[in-house]
């Protein structure tokens, strides 16, 4: 990889983010991208965050609405973003799935649609 840069041990720049295309010193916070034990801190904070069936619900009537309410602002592709978080499982799932269809046409994704 062509760098238009270079760095050295005495730089005050450090890499971020998920880069795995360094081979300089990292941020010491910068460990989810490199640590295997980011993986399983990660499995955990979800299971911590596990929500019930009917949080679930109302989760998904709030992107439901979300959703409508870009569709009528005419932001097709952020109302066609937030239907499909959406999942099957879902009593929302059918009105989401064909509302999102309809944001397609709006924004001429004929195939998608």
Do not use: C
């Not at 989810?32 to 596990?50: F, V």
């Not at 609405?65 to 799932?93: C, F, M």
């Not at 009105?95 to 397609?104: F, N, P, S």
């Amino acid at each position: 990889m062509n760098k238009d840069w270079t760095g050295n041990n005495n730089s005050i720049y450090k890499t971020l983010g998920a880069s795995n295309h360094t081979d300089k010193e990292r941020q010491s916070e910068d460990f989810y991208a490199t640590d295997p034990k980011a993986g399983e801190l990660l499995l955990q904070l979800e299971n911590l965050l596990a929500i019930t069936p009917k949080e679930h619900e109302l989760f998904d009537l709030t992107n439901l609405t979300v959703a409508r309410i870009h569709y009528q602002n005419g932001s097709y592709s952020e109302a066609l973003r937030i239907y499909k978080l959406i999942k099957e499982d879902s009593p929302y799932w059918l009105d989401a799935t064909q509302e999102a269809a309809w944001a397609q046409l709006e924004s001429q994704d004929y195939e998608g649609a």
